[in-house]
């Protein structure tokens, strides 16, 4: 009774009303059918079995059963797919914890030595950068390094051409660049020796605490005085603070968060990366000119931007499904740590070694300039030609850091008392304004919105060290560019190659940022002259270029024709000359 019932429920569930013999007459069909291996095909059988479906489908039910079931499918795949995600996750950084973090991991107590600036016991850990990097590409042709070794030193390099009206301000002067095959011939198939300094490591806290009346970050772990002095002692092998100080891979939980997909490309091997970055929609993404085709497909150009700047392309249609402008590659970062756009471009700028830690060459320029020459000209130009590791031109007008300030003062760049703490901070400590005995340094002053360097401990130490004075005092870096150099320069053999402003306007164009081109006019259309009168103001009086000549008014014996002198026809006088 109990089978007859089951299959009851199975054969006729769409249609009760059937009386129980025709059930029975249908199950016993069904057992003979299936003991002589018969299949279904009748034409009664499958008119039966669609009638038994569709009455079967349209029921609310069923749909609703057949929907869950759906929904239930699609919550258990992808809730394999985020595990499988967090396994490969847990992969890589399986395998960067095996690169950084070693032996040579360890806490220490700054709080238990004798530091009278602070009583509070703060834990370190030590993040060890990546292994030197020996495999440097072999160079194209020696042979054509050898015949063209000559190629510009009867290149007489020309002072800076003169300004004039219609032009003032400063100018490119024209640069001798080898061609591109003779520059990536002459890249060096070893690294640059590195002075005194072999070993950097770099100090990691889970938590900072400001314990001095100093401005400074979380991002930047708040170091002591005693720490800031003992990081300018030149070792052998040292410990020192560089950003991203809650953890040992940059990019990641650090402050300056970066996607897991972008991390493992920034991790990739290169020999040369040209980065920039473009944070509170500042700048305009400017593309570059001239690189050759063997830069294209071999250096890539990293644009890094924060959140608000990817909002601002995505509705203007500017990035595309690669993540790619052009030829930037975009690269976002959340949890941005400064609220000062400024303050944090100034990440990439100076700590592109530990973004980017396999890396041998680096050009950092600004958002607001555009690239025209190739990339492998520039860095034997201003590198290789020089037997030079950190190259950065100098000030186009000022030499010397007090008046560097003055001028940052009277044009509101920054806090006018902040300025002057840092400034008097710096003369304290020795910091004297540039003079001729200071040569051959012939600036103090950079004008910081092109770096070329090589990665080395000891260029990776002087970015470290002048990024923790940025964070540490005003985010204007060109004021504690000299005070960082100086203090490093004073104890290991070593120089920073300071060219002329005149050579890096030739291998970059400035634009203008985003708020400034917004409330541009549009250019004027040129017009003739001759056939269409155009009204100018003089001092707000409109007069006529070309103007109707009217008839005399007759005068009264009293009254008198006045000539004003500003009307007066004096080729001398700037008011009544006509443009």
Same mark, same amino acid.
């Given at each position: 009774m109990t089978g007859v019932s089951l299959d009851l429920r199975t054969q006729s569930y769409g249609s009760p009303q059937q009386p129980q013999n025709g059930?029975?007459?249908?199950?016993?069909?069904?057992?003979?059918?299936?003991?002589?291996?018969?299949?279904?095909?009748?034409?009664?059988?499958?008119?039966? =079995?669609?009638?038994?479906?569709?009455?079967? =489908?349209s029921r609310k039910k069923v749909v609703m059963l057949i929907l869950v079931?759906?929904?239930?499918?699609?919550?258990?795949?992808?809730?394999?797919?985020t595990n499988r995600e967090d396994s490969s996750e847990s992969t890589i950084f399986d395998h960067f914890n095996d690169a950084y973090n070693t032996s040579l991991q360890f806490s220490r107590k700054f709080g238990s030595q004798k530091d009278d600036n602070s009583s509070i016991q703060t834990t370190l850990s030590v993040c060890e950068e990546n292994p030197p990097i020996h495999h440097f590409s072999p160079p194209l042709s020696s042979e054509s390094t050898i015949f063209h070794s000559n190629f510009c030193q009867s290149f007489a390099f020309p002072p800076p051409p003169p300004g004039d009206r219609r032009r003032p301000g400063p100018?490119?002067?024209?640069?001798?660049?080898?061609?591109?095959?003779?520059a990536i011939a002459s890249m060096p198939r070893v690294p640059s020796p590195s002075p005194v300094l072999n070993h950097l490591?770099?100090?990691?806290?889970?938590?900072?605490?400001?314990?001095?009346? /100093?401005?400074?970050?979380?991002?930047?772990?708040?170091?002591?005085?005693?720490?800031?002095?003992?990081?300018?002692? *030149?070792?052998?092998?040292?410990?020192?603070?560089?950003?991203?100080?809650?953890?040992?891979?940059?990019g990641y939980k650090t402050g300056f968060d970066i996607d897991i997909s972008d991390l493992?490309?920034?991790?990739?091997? /290169?020999?040369?990366?040209?980065?920039?970055?473009?944070?509170?929609?500042?700048?305009? *993404?400017?593309?570059?000119?001239?690189?050759?085709?063997?830069? *294209?497909?071999?250096?890539?150009?990293?644009?890094?931007?924060?959140?608000?700047?990817?909002?601002?392309?995505?509705?203007?249609?500017?990035?595309?499904y690669r993540m790619k402008v052009g030829l930037w590659r975009i690269i976002v970062v959340h949890n941005i740590p400064y609220t000062d756009?400024?303050?944090?471009?100034?990440?990439?700028?100076?700590?592109?070694?530990?973004?980017?830690?396999?890396?041998?060459?680096?050009?950092?320029?600004?958002?607001?300039?555009?690239?025209?020459?190739?990339?492998?000209?520039?860095?034997?130009?201003?590198?290789?030609?020089?037997?030079?590791?950190?190259? *950065?031109?100098? /000030?186009?007008?000022?030499?010397?850091?007090?008046?560097?300030?003055?001028?940052n003062k009277a044009a509101g760049k920054y806090d006018n008392k902040s300025i002057d703490y840092q400034i008097d901070f710096y003369r304290n400590e020795g910091l004297t304004p540039y003079s001729e005995a200071k040569l051959p340094i012939i600036s103090d002053v950079p004008e910081g919105c092109v770096i070329i360097r090589e990665?080395?401990?000891?260029?990776?130490?002087?970015?470290?060290?002048?990024?923790?004075?940025?964070?540490?005092?005003?985010?204007?870096?060109?004021?504690?560019?000299?005070?960082?150099?100086?203090k490093i320069m004073g104890q290991v053999d070593w120089s920073v190659n300071m060219f002329m402003d005149c050579e890096r306007r030739n291998f970059v164009i400035q634009a203008y940022h985003r708020d400034l081109l917004e409330h541009m006019p549009p250019p004027n259309l040129r017009r003739n002259r001759d056939s269409i009168p155009v009204s100018v103001s003089v001092r707000g009086?409109?007069?006529?270029?070309?103007?109707?000549?009217?008839?005399?008014?007759?005068?009264?014996?009293?009254?008198?024709?006045?000539?004003?002198?500003?009307?007066?026809?004096?080729?001398?006088?700037?008011?009544?000359?006509?443009?």
């Open positions: 059930s029975l007459q249908i199950q016993n069909g069904f057992i003979v059918r299936k003991s002589s291996r018969m299949s279904l095909s009748g034409s009664r059988e499958k008119d039966k =079995l669609l009638l038994v479906l569709c009455r079967y =489908l079931s759906f929904a239930l499918m699609a919550f258990l795949s992808g809730f394999f797919t100018r490119p002067c024209p640069v001798c660049y080898l061609p591109v095959e003779e490591t770099y100090f990691h806290e889970e938590s900072s605490t400001k314990t001095e009346p /100093h401005e400074g970050s979380d991002f930047g772990g708040y170091p002591s005085l005693k720490q800031r002095n003992e990081s300018f002692e *030149i070792k052998e092998s040292m410990t020192v603070h560089c950003g991203f100080v809650k953890g040992c891979r940059p493992v490309e920034l991790e990739q091997f /290169h020999d040369i990366i040209v980065a920039s970055a473009i944070f509170g929609n500042y700048d305009v *993404i400017q593309q570059p000119t001239k690189i050759s085709d063997h830069a *294209i497909k071999n250096i890539p150009f990293y644009m890094f931007i924060d959140e608000e700047t990817e909002s601002y392309m995505r509705n203007s249609s500017l990035l595309d756009s400024r303050r944090n471009g100034k990440v990439p700028k100076l700590l592109l070694h530990r973004l980017f830690p396999n890396v041998k060459y680096s050009i950092w320029i600004d958002g607001k300039l555009q690239l025209v020459v190739d990339p492998y000209k520039l860095l034997e130009r201003f590198l290789w030609r020089h037997n030079a590791t950190f190259a *950065i031109s100098k /000030h186009y007008r000022r030499f010397d850091v007090f008046e560097e300030a003055e001028a990665h080395i401990p000891i260029t990776n130490l002087f970015t470290c060290l002048w990024f923790n004075e940025v964070d540490r005092f005003t985010s204007r870096d060109q004021l504690s560019f000299a005070a960082v150099r100086d009086n409109p007069i006529a270029r070309n103007p109707v000549k009217k008839s005399p008014v007759k005068r009264g014996k009293g009254e008198r024709r006045t000539r004003s002198k500003r009307h007066s026809k004096n080729p001398s006088n700037k008011d009544n000359m006509v443009f």
